[in-house]
């Protein structure tokens, strides 16, 4: 039972106001993408056992989508932020570098 | 290796020397240096792929490497169930294979794997859903699964714990498969690892594949946590870390591990003989030979390594089935746990060839696991054995998802399992 | 023979005498007994039968650990099978049942297995039964299943209530017993939020009945002191009778609170607390292990703790002449505790070859033998226990001496409590001087940001002492000082098969030293192969007091140590949880509670016919007195499409969708274009999901320049929207647009029929003429002084008004309708006159003729993907190769040859079988219904190239060999021209 902190209510929440969204910074491929590149978008995840970059809704509170730092074999939380970017806040990578020196990126 | 038979004759005569004669069931070999297959993954799966592999198709310089110790993953975690009654064809070929493999699975390996073809229903809670169940028994006739429709009073009749007036949702009829039912999980891993032991395979316990060797887009062998060891064809059959061997491997796979949970009630004597689904309301439940009321429901639906769910879940599926049999009320959950499960993009199995020569993956059976475990290890065995799927594999490659042809399940149910 | 003494007993009121039964015996307790020292003190010793060989069994145990004596307990809708007498307090009218059994619990024919132990060791079942193949299902599996089991199955519902809770804090303390009380008066005197849950009714755990002095007082003072300090801060909370679970995630931690537990006056039985704690304190205690010997199962074999506690805390002798055998000093407090109650110890058998411990000197000053280096051979009696044979512990166990008693206390050491440390992953490091497993204070479970989630303290902690227990809390306390141990894991060292047979490490599972070799031999090496081989550890009482004790053989068996060996997963819950408080109040109404439209009791009040949809239960049809639902369905449909119906459409969604870049939004998200969608128009569009596949479709009305009102289906509503917002939120967040999902604001009803404008020129307002409010738009006005949103839409082919009045006058607007269309014929119509009347017209349904698997091309709606657009959701999934296949099927109307009606879901049969041995198919049915109009069967399916097939027939197999002939046909079937909706 996961607690997150919803960046926009501010209120560190139950999983179950949250609704979970999947692998987070996928770029959208559209018409007159490549097939490799359209099957990557929709496929191939990194389903990572360690640091994860993932989409959730707070959906049973504010109803924002937020994206999350999250280590899938401890659960420990590095952070949460909003999800109008297109890749992590600086300060969230430095301090996943700094608890887990060897993670290998967000990419 | 001969292998001594078992038989009742054979524990008789060992009691009376109190069974002091029996030999190890597998044996336990240090790695070789290089092996024709290499299998990761010693649950029913990996094993399974072994045993056909030599039984069908006579390869017998297997190895089956497994990290921890074999049928510790999802085959020794699961609900047991067996069923076939899927609606698309190519999973109703593998299903219906695998279940008829373990009609005669006790005796072709010569260990009692307990299958139970007690009967299993899928109750039907709303006309949608009714709808549903009946295209599948109509598929099913044609794919030559048998399965019918039955009446609320019919389904009354064999499982009379059910409540079949609601309130909430009403029974309306059920898709029943006559011969779907239970083995004992362990036993299936167990048997299989014998039988394959006995035909000289080695199973590495306690060996943590660290890396994969290729040389030109072919692959050469693995590194592990015994040494490295060379190989032939690679076969990666590892539910829940999937995505962590092909990355090794150098891809990515349509595949996310999640968190499925299961969980008993203490063990009660015997008040339902058949294995009951409720998919409108997510759970099911059946009875074990122990006597435990053994439940189970959907996945989480976030990545998740940890084997640990979350206990919200516990608390909905089990709303959801006291509603179902409201007798249960008053049983106690004696134990929860969780697995990880491969989720893929169509929540189908990946049978395939991989962008490296000659590495092959099964994976991505979700919720279905176990019940596919003699089919899929037939179909990757072959696979394996030919470098090209066979006609049960031919619909599980990678390359459906490029192709948008999809093999979805949940059309016919919310959940499977 | 066991017995009430005639003093003493700390927690039992004798002024409270208590009646029950026992199998249907009447005993008598006291206040403050629980079942089992009730049980026992009305001299019954035997209580059960075990899993496997039904051997009698009694108590071994006084608290969560015990595995045999298990009952059946209350009848009827009340009865609760597996209940465990040692945590079951005793109350007025307790009516208790022995269980697995037959006929009775003196007289067991399942006793046979016994007699045939050698022939059923561990895992025998994977061995034999195998032959013939029918007779596993037939024969064997019936028998084990019957002789498995333990309780009863309850045959009725449940009429009791549960609770569920929340709550928050700093510290969770897990315990009340003297580490966890005063941790928790630390943590509290630090300002600390502190919760502390003990399991049992008393606070203090062991330190009442072991004895010593705390801070000089006696252990029951200086508990009841630091309860009452406790009670009185406001940042304590004190619960008993609440067991902790489970702790599970980022501090998520279950208790499990019996609160009204037979009391019937109202109260939950139980309630279950959801518990989210900064830090958890596991100040759970041990328990101490039995020690391997044979006969260690005769009723009358029980713990040594577990001896005293009976007499000390219950004033109940377990026997008058009690053997302690032991491998430590601790049990030497048992012996005494006999004694000081004038009861005898004819020897104390200790392991050890010396015992000169304070505790072992105090016995021998007492006058009780004290036998060193010596073991129990084996344990006289069946049905009780009447002596001990003695041997050289070192030896195989040739008899020394034969001892007569009634009682064997046993002690092989203690094990630390460490589940709620482990189950959401805290390690445990072996402890050779103890012989245990305790928390490894360096590998503690994680929380959210990587800190601790809990603490250890006291005996689960692996501190045995009381002086080191309350040293951790600065509070100075001494007991007797305890020599060390000596680790036995079978009695006699070099015992032979035979005992080895007869000495239980499981007892309900009967798992015994034997098997647990046998697994080792046969290469089942891991831990968790052993376990689930011989199945030990896996009983009701999940190893608690068996796993140590197996584990510490398998590793001898295998000659390694016992860390390398390591435990079995600890999973929740610590001892076994209702599903009633699992389930809370989540039951029958509350269960899923029903969404309810405005007329929803006006529908149930005409008697309607229900369907789920979603959570909503929406009228199927609306039956007269001795009409069957099919004759409904057709009335209904017959008088729409003749005079007037109305429908609640209600629980359609409907979603506003605002902004400056609101139209570029829609294009997006529809196939079809939005955007040029002229104010005051409707227009049908369909919604795929990324992959291509259909996903909802509905009407899209433009209220204003910048305003949509986006209807969806009536499950998708919560769906749709919640994909809006993450497209406008996580992908085009720079487009600036609003969503507002305004389903339950409107209610919304179809006015469906000829004399539908009739009726609404009727109720007047506005004006509704076809001249001001054409086909597919809209208006706003009101009728009959309803203020309404008129859309003229129709799914049914005829004239037909959507009409959207704000939710709270819903029933009074629908309650208009049919008192102003009485003249009309007007009668409300359910959803299966909706379906028919919009297949009679070739109109899809999401979820009929899609499935998730279907995309707009295979419909026939090429007209509504929008051929000027660069991109909307679906788009390139649509281009690739298996979406443009001309191979997939596509929709067609089905006629059968003979007007029959054609079973749902049947499929069109191809010629031959696939490389699978499946019959080949060309096409299904996805919808089928009896039209009353033309009446005849109608159908609507998917077939292999069906558009360009018209007029050829298919064969669809049906039930028992019936194969239905059905022709290919347009799919409109019902006024193909569309001449009724455009008056």
């Known amino acids: 039972m996961l607690t997150l902190t919803c960046p926009y209510c501010g209120v560190t929440v139950e999983e179950t106001e949250l609704a979970p969204g999947g692998e987070a910074h996928l770029k959208r491929f559209g018409p007159g993408a490549s097939d490799e590149d359209f099957e990557g978008y929709l496929f191939a995840r990194k389903n990572p056992k360690g640091v994860h970059f993932e989409r959730w809704r707070h959906a049973y509170g504010c109803g924002k989508w937020f994206l999350a730092a999250r280590c899938t074999a401890t659960l420990e939380v590095f952070g949460t932020y909003p999800a109008q970017t297109t890749e992590p806040p600086a300060e969230l990578i430095a301090k996943i570098n700094e608890k887990r020196p060897n993670w290998g990126g967000w990419k | 290796m001969a292998l001594r038979r078992y038989s009742m004759f054979a524990v008789a005569r060992e009691a009376l020397r109190f069974h002091a004669g029996w030999e190890r069931a597998w044996q336990s070999p240090a790695p070789k240096k290089r092996y024709d297959v290499v299998i990761v993954g010693a649950g029913g799966h990996g094993l399974a792929t072994a045993y056909y592999l030599g039984k069908v198709h006579g390869i017998t310089n297997v190895a089956v490497i497994e990290k921890g110790w074999l049928g510790g993953g999802n085959t020794g975690r699961n609900t047991t169930i067996i069923r076939s009654n899927y609606l698309q064809d190519p999973s109703a070929a593998i299903y219906e294979k695998a279940r008829s493999l373990y009609e005669d699975l006790s005796q072709d390996l010569n260990y009692n794997v307990m299958f139970s073809p007690r009967g299993l229903l899928m109750l039907a809670q709303s006309e949608h859903e009714m709808r549903g169940y009946k295209r599948t028994v109509y598929a099913n006739n044609l794919q030559g699964v048998e399965t019918r429709w039955i009446t609320p009073s019919e389904v009354k009749d064999l499982v009379p714990i059910v409540n079949i007036d609601g309130p909430r949702y009403p029974v309306l009829g059920a898709l029943y498969q006559e011969r779907g039912g239970t083995a004992r999980h362990d036993a299936v891993a167990w048997g299989y690892a014998r039988a394959c032991s006995a035909m000289g395979m080695d199973i590495i316990q306690q060996c943590e594949v660290t890396g994969v060797r290729t040389a030109n887009g072919k692959v050469q062998g693995v590194e592990t946590t015994k040494g490295s060891i060379d190989c032939g064809k690679l076969a990666i059959v590892v539910a829940g870390h999937s995505s962590v061997l092909a990355e090794m491997a150098g891809f990515r796979l349509p595949i996310e591990s999640m968190a499925l949970q299961a969980w008993v009630s203490e063990p009660i004597k015997p008040c339902m003989d058949v294995v009951v689904m409720a998919n409108l309301v997510h759970g099911y439940m059946s009875q074990s030979d122990k006597g435990e009321m053994v439940i189970g429901g959907g996945t989480d639906g976030f990545n998740n390594y940890t084997q640990r769910g979350s206990w919200h879940h516990v608390e909905e599926t089990t709303r959801a089935l006291i509603e179902t049999f409201p007798i249960i009320s008053r049983l106690k959950m004696l134990r929860q746990w969780g697995g990880i499960v491969d989720m893929t993009g169509d929540r189908s199995p990946i049978l395939s060839k991989t962008p490296v020569e000659n590495v092959f993956v099964n994976c991505g059976w979700g919720t279905g696991g176990f019940k596919s475990i003699p089919g899929s290890g037939w179909a990757m065995a072959e696979l394996v054995a030919k470098g090209e799927p066979g006609p049960l594999a031919a619909d599980f490659g990678l390359n459906r998802f490029k192709e948008g042809r999809f093999i979805d399940e949940s059309v016919a149910a919310g959940v499977a399992h | ?983």
């Open chain 3, 1 to 983: 023979m066991s017995t009430r003494l005639a003093k003493g007993g700390r927690l039992i009121d004798r002024a409270k005498p208590l009646n029950f039964t026992f199998n249907g015996k009447p005993m008598r307790g006291y206040a403050g007994d629980t079942l089992a020292s009730a049980l026992l003190g009305a001299g019954q010793v035997m209580l059960g039968r075990s899993f496997k060989y039904h051997r009698p069994r009694g108590l071994v145990a006084s608290g969560a650990e015990e595995p045999n004596a298990l009952v059946n307990l209350g009848r009827n809708n009340r009865h609760e099978p597996d209940q465990r007498t040692t945590t079951t307090e005793l109350f007025e009218g307790a009516e208790a049942t022995s269980q697995n059994h037959w006929p009775s619990l003196e007289f067991d024919v399942g006793a046979i297995n016994d007699t045939f132990y050698r022939f059923l060791p561990a895992g025998f079942y994977y061995k034999t039964f195998m032959a013939p193949r029918f007779a596993w299902k037939h024969v064997f599996e019936p028998i084990i299943r019957q002789s498995a089991g333990l309780g009863a199955a309850p045959k009725e519902a449940d009429p009791d209530r549960y609770e569920q809770a929340y709550d928050y804090c700093d510290v969770l303390v897990v315990g009340g017993g003297v580490a966890g009380l005063a941790a928790a008066l630390t943590e509290a005197r630090a300002g600390k939020r502190v919760i502390v849950m003990e399991q049992t009714a008393h606070w203090g755990g062991r330190a009442p009945v072991d004895g010593g002095q705390i801070d000089g007082q006696e252990p029951e003072a200086w508990v009841a002191a630091a309860v009452e300090t406790l009670s009185g801060m406001a940042n304590v909370r004190l619960m008993l009778r609440t067991m902790a679970a489970g702790l599970h995630d980022h501090g998520y931690a279950i208790g499990y609170q019996s609160v009204g537990e037979h009391a019937a006056d109202g109260r939950p039985r139980h309630r279950l607390w959801r518990v989210r704690a900064g830090l958890t304190i596991t100040a759970s205690g041990a328990i101490e292990r039995p020690i391997a010997f044979s006969g260690n199962d005769v009723p009358g074999v029980m713990l040594a703790s577990a001896v005293r506690d009976y007499i000390v805390n219950w004033a109940v002798s377990p026997g008058d002449r009690v053997v302690v055998v032991t491998n430590n000093d601790d049990a030497y407090r048992t012996a005494l505790a006999v004694q000081a109650a004038g009861l005898t110890v004819p020897a104390i058998i200790d392991a050890r070859e010396a015992a000169t411990g304070e505790l072992p000197e105090l016995a021998r000053a007492r006058g009780i033998k004290v036998m060193t280096g010596r073991g129990v051979a084996k344990v006289l009696g069946r049905k009780s226990v009447t002596g001990v044979e003695i041997c050289a512990q070192a030896g195989e166990g040739g008899v020394i001496e034969t001892v007569a008693c009634d009682c064997v206390a046993m002690s092989g050491g203690w094990s630390p409590v460490v589940h709620l440390w482990s189950h959401c992953g805290g390690k445990l490091v072996w402890d050779d001087a103890a012989a245990m497993f305790r928390p490894d204070a360096a590998r503690p479970p994680t929380g959210a940001a990587g800190e601790p989630l809990a603490r250890v303290v006291g005996a689960a902690n692996g501190l045995l002492q009381l002086g080191t227990i309350m040293d951790e809390a600065g509070i100075p306390a001494v007991s007797e000082v305890e020599a060390p141990l000596l680790p036995v894991w079978v009695m006699p060292a070099g015992a032979k098969e035979k005992l080895k047979f007869k000495a239980f490490l499981d007892y309900q599972n009967d798992v015994k030293v034997s098997d647990v070799q046998l697994a080792a031999r046969e290469g089942y090496e891991s831990v968790e192969h052993t376990k689930r081989y011989t199945t030990l550890g896996m009983a009701s009482d999940q190893g608690k007091l068996s796993n140590i004790n197996g584990l510490a053989i398998l590793s001898d068996a295998l000659g390694r140590p016992i860390p390398v060996t390591g435990t079995t997963t600890f999973r929740p819950p610590y001892t076994p949880i209702s599903f009633g408080a699992v389930t809370g109040e989540a039951r029958g109404e509350l269960f899923q509670p029903l969404r309810r439209t405005p007329m929803h009791g006006w529908h149930e009040a005409k008697g309607a016919h229900w369907e789920p949809v979603g959570l909503w239960r929406r009228p199927y049809c609306y039956p007269k007195a001795g009409e069957s639902h099919r004759t409904a369905v057709n009335r209904e449909i017959v008088n729409t499409r003749t005079n007037v119906g109305l429908l609640d459409a209600s629980t359609l969604g409907k979603i506003v969708v605002k902004g400056p870049d609101a139209g570029r939004f829609l294009d997006m998200l529809y196939t079809n274009m939005m955007s040029n969608l002229g104010v005051g128009k409707c227009r049908y569009g369909l919604m795929c999901n990324e992959n291509g596949f259909l996903s909802d479709d509905g009407v899209v009305v433009r209220l204003s320049e910048d305003t949509w009102l986006c209807h969806t289906t009536s499950g998708g509503a919560d769906r749709i929207h919640g994909w809006m917002e993450d497209w406008l939120q996580c992908e085009w967040w720079d487009w600036k647009v609003y969503t507002a999902n305004l389903t339950e604001q409107y209610a919304q009803v179809a006015v469906v029929g000829p004399k539908a404008r009739m009726l609404l020129e009727k109720l007047g307002g506005m004006d509704v003429s076809k001249e001001a409010l054409p086909f597919m738009t809209y208006a706003e006005g009101t009728l009959g002084g309803f203020p309404v949103r008129v859309f003229r839409i129709s799914f049914s082919g005829e004239l037909s008004y959507e009409i959207a009045v704000p939710a709270n006058m819903g029933l009074a607007f629908w309650e208009a309708l049919n008192a102003a269309g009485e003249e009309f014929g007007v009668m409300p119509y359910g959803t299966e006159g909706l379906h028919v009347m919009r297949a009679e017209k070739g109109f899809i349904m999401i979820g009929d003729e899609t499935d998730g698997t279907v995309i707009p091309q295979d419909l026939g709606l090429g007209w509504a993907i929008s051929k000027k657009k660069e991109d909307y959701l679906g788009k390139r999934a649509q281009e690739r190769s298996y979406m443009t296949d001309p191979k997939r099927w596509k929709l067609v109307g089905l006629e059968t040859l003979d007007g029959s009606v054609l079973p749902d879901g049947v499929y069109a049969v191809a010629e031959g079988h696939n490389a699978n041995g499946q019959r080949n198919t060309q096409g299904r049915v996805t919808s089928t219904y009896y039209s009353p109009m033309l009446k005849r069967g109608i159908a609507m399916g998917l077939v292999l190239n069906g558009p360009d097939r018209m007029g050829e027939v298919l064969e669809f197999p049906g039930d028992k060999g019936a194969v239905f002939k059905a022709k290919i046909v347009d799919p409109v079937f019902y006024d193909k021209e569309g001449e009724k909706a455009n008056v």
